[in-house]
């Protein structure tokens, strides 16, 4: 168990962090998930967490219970995200809370912890999610792109702060994907979108998995605080 | 946990962090500023270190917590005011039975 990868990657019960879960169980690496309902994803090298990732107590609590089980943790995907589209004059701050405690403070614990764990082993790989939402300044999404823009700023600063321990801390930044945070988006607006795209695509699950895999990649030791978006956005 | 028990955690984790090991450690050794033997980072891997070895004996401490940042003297001034302060967190742990 000691020489296997270990990885933490949030938000694992759909979309792209169940995606990311059995890839890299396929990949034979002991898989850490959680969301805040139960999985139906079985297998003996995944181990599931029922939490909400603001949750500091509980994130502690995980973080502290996977560091004596697996002994080292290599990689942290903070893949848990909400999104709510909205006119900024019609947002009631409940929203504003719920989107920044999940994104934002959620992100900032799983870091904060995993990080004092990789620090033993001077090693690490952190990448965190952003959205094209930041570069395209997208109104309607005024909230959801305030609070990623909130996470690449913690990226790039984590970066700084954890490299003296060979901790690397990097973001991707999707192009809208078939997941369900653009399930209620019409699709007028996922189109007039994807025509500001140089490539005018969704982004597909294999898409974000090859930019993780780029940065957790050993040889990418000296890749850290970058954001990259998928779609030729700059 | 007896003071004296957390007197000693913190020297043994001051040992395993600072670069010489002829400096003597005292409870009155500084934690913080140009006489204390660990630099600024040095102070952060030592937090992080005492952190995770109360936890490995089965204590909850809130190092980084608002009360330690907004404490009108730094708990973190030396090994005897930092025993301090984690003998009152670990008390209102128990406190609250968990």
Redo the contacts between chains.
């Keep these: 168990m000691e020489n296997k990868k270990t990885i933490i990657i949030t938000g694992t019960r759909k979309g792209i962090g169940r995606y990311l879960s059995e890839f890299y169980l396929k990949k034979g690496f002991n898989v850490i998930g959680c969301s805040r309902r139960d999985t139906d994803l079985k297998d003996e090298h995944y181990e599931h967490f029922c939490l909400d990732v603001s949750d500091e107590k509980l994130v ?1 609590k995980m973080i ?1 219970s996977v560091s004596k089980r697996y002994k080292k943790i290599d990689y942290l995907i903070n893949n848990a995200g909400i999104a709510s589209m909205n006119h900024s004059l019609l947002t009631p701050l409940s929203s504003v809370e719920k989107m920044f405690k999940t994104n934002v403070f959620g992100t900032f614990i799983f870091c904060r912890e995993t990080a ?1 764990i990789m ?2 082993n001077n090693f690490g790989r952190i990448v965190n999610f952003s959205t094209v939402g930041v570069p395209f300044r997208l109104e309607g999404e005024a909230i959801y792109t305030a609070s990623k823009a909130a996470v690449e700023m913690l990226t790039k600063v984590l970066a700084k702060e954890f490299a ?1 321990k060979n901790i690397t801390v990097n973001a991707v930044g999707p192009t809208p994907a078939k997941t369900d945070l653009i399930r209620n988006i019409p699709e007028s607006k996922i189109n007039k979108l994807l025509e500001r795209q140089a490539i005018n695509a969704l982004s597909t699950n294999e898409d974000i998995t090859n930019v993780i895999e780029f940065f957790i990649n050993d040889k990418s030791s000296m890749v850290t605080g970058q954001t990259i978006y998928l779609g030729g956005i700059s | 946990m007896k003071r004296q028990q957390i007197i000693e955690i913190l020297f043994r984790t001051m040992k395993d962090n600072i670069v010489s090991q002829d400096i003597t450690i005292t409870e009155e050794s500084n934690l913080l500023g140009d006489s204390s033997p660990l630099d600024s980072m040095g102070l952060v891997n030592f937090l992080v270190d005492v952190e995770s070895v109360f936890q490995e004996e089965g204590y909850e401490t809130q190092l980084t917590s608002e009360k330690a940042m907004s404490k009108r003297q730094s708990p973190f001034r030396s090994i005897s005011t930092l025993a301090d302060f984690i003998e009152e967190q670990i008390i209102e742990i128990d406190e609250n039975g968990k």
Excluded: E
């Design positions: 502690k502290f004092k620090t033993k003296f």
